[in-house]
């Protein structure tokens, strides 16, 4: 799988063995076409649409290396919650 668009925190999580899906964040290139929207929505991105620049989705991360390698696909990164405010 190639990691070269993978954040450090996303990269640390897959050398982790783990099972189930991950939730990222992919930031675009540039606006996706339709088909590119159909594509992506088959690949589990329901938010895919031709006017959005980041869509989040929790996917297998074996297909993450397949979404990686997409030209419009700038950047994953690993989607982490916040903590509450504690005091």
Wanted: hydrophobic fraction near 45%; glycine fraction near 6%; aromatic fraction near 4%.
């Amino acid at each position: 799988m190639s990691g070269s668009k993978f954040d450090a925190a996303l990269s640390l999580a897959l050398a982790r063995p783990q099972g189930g899906n991950v939730d990222v964040s992919v930031r675009l290139c540039s606006q996706l076409t339709a088909d590119e929207v159909r594509a992506f929505q088959q690949m589990g991105m329901a938010d895919a649409d031709t006017r959005r620049r980041v869509l989040f989705a929790c996917l297998p991360a074996d297909a993450l290396g397949e979404l990686a390698r997409h030209e419009k696909v700038a950047r994953l990164s690993l989607v982490q919650r916040l903590a509450p405010n504690i005091k």
